[in-house]
């Protein structure tokens, strides 16, 4: 498989999208503001247990950062030299996110360098992926004509169309995501192998969309109806074959009666929605602040010797102003001290605008 890490380094964070066979199959952030305050994936540190419950058959670790995290002890047991103050070598198999610390996996404390102390923490992105697909070439995204921007906005549509017609509709709930296939635009071969195409054409879609996204948990897909057991097996099959480059555990359920599929996803760490809003579902003021530092670094390149302001709304401007992630010291390191911050005024002002001064 053609893999490649497409990597955009920002003002604010670094987003990188992972490319197999010319697509992007998922998107990844690092966002200077959770800097020495987050575990991220495939981490490896040493850590305390604070804890061991031996109703759960676990232990709780403290990482020097974050919620402690949890170490299941599996069918085995609790090994020897587990106990409550120990010090213990731990890598990251799943990030924190909602109420829940981030899960662990046992690793070796004597191989680790720098023991006691934090082993691998705030590497860069590009690091952090190559540790889960060493075989993939990391390239800048420009570089490699991947336009990450437009993937984090499909990542994010309701609807998706599929290619030769129809479409797919994904909505998350408190519960699960739901999936509909839709016929929508699709008029040939009407009928039954109208359904058997259009829910053929959907399984790749979906697999990728599930992981581009970071969907995990409960998926439920609303297929269009199928009579026959064979055309039945075969959209089960193309969904299972779909699946496999995912590096996510993945349980999925026999198209049921009713034309559902049931399926969970193991979570490895926050959803693309996760990241990038707030509980309502909109872009977060940070999100929003973040695409203001872009626009003012895109229109300091365009040019290269223009004084520029960036006026936002109160709201950014309450993000940006105290400056905690140090987003000025950066941006000047970029582009000299040749940009302003203001307060835009006005009953109709925009969310922000960079003008010239």
Known sequence: ???????????????????????????????????????????????????????????????????????????????????????????????????????????????????????????????????????????????????????????????????????????????LTAIDIDSAGRTSNAGRKLALDVNLAAMPEIARQIRLRGIGGNIVIDCLHLRSQPDRKAVEGALKKALKPDPARIDVLPLSRFGLIEMARQRTGRSVAEVLTD??????????????????????????SAQLNLAVSPALHDWLEPDRIDWRGAMTDRIGPRFTLTAATGEHRKDFEVTTT
């Open 1 to 175: 498989m053609n893999r490649l890490i497409a990597v955009e380094d920002w003002v604010g964070e670094t987003r990188a999208a992972i490319v197999e066979n010319g697509r992007v199959v998922e998107l990844h952030f690092n966002r200077w503001s959770e800097r020495g305050t987050r575990a991220h994936g495939a981490e490896l540190y040493a850590g305390r247990i604070t804890r061991i419950d031996g109703s759960l058959n676990a232990a709780f670790v403290d990482l020097g950062r974050g919620e402690p995290g949890f170490l299941p002890f599996g069918k085995a047991g609790r090994a020897k030299g587990l106990h409550d103050g120990a010090l213990i070598g731990v890598r990251v198999t799943r990030e924190a996110f909602a109420e829940k610390g981030p899960t662990l996996a046992l690793a070796d404390l004597d191989e680790l360098p720098g023991a006691p102390e934090l082993i691998e923490t705030d590497a860069n992105l590009a690091e952090r992926l190559l540790r889960r697909y060493p075989d993939a070439d990391v390239k800048w995204a420009d570089e490699a004509r991947i336009d990450i921007e437009a993937a984090i906005e499909a990542a994010q549509s309701i609807d998706v169309p599929l290619k030769g017609g129809g479409a797919l509709r994904i909505e998350a709930t408190a519960a």
């Open 279 to 304: 509980g309502a579902g909109t872009p977060s003021i940070e999100t929003r602040a973040l695409t203001a530092l872009r626009r003012l670094l895109l229109e300091a390149v365009a040019n290269r």
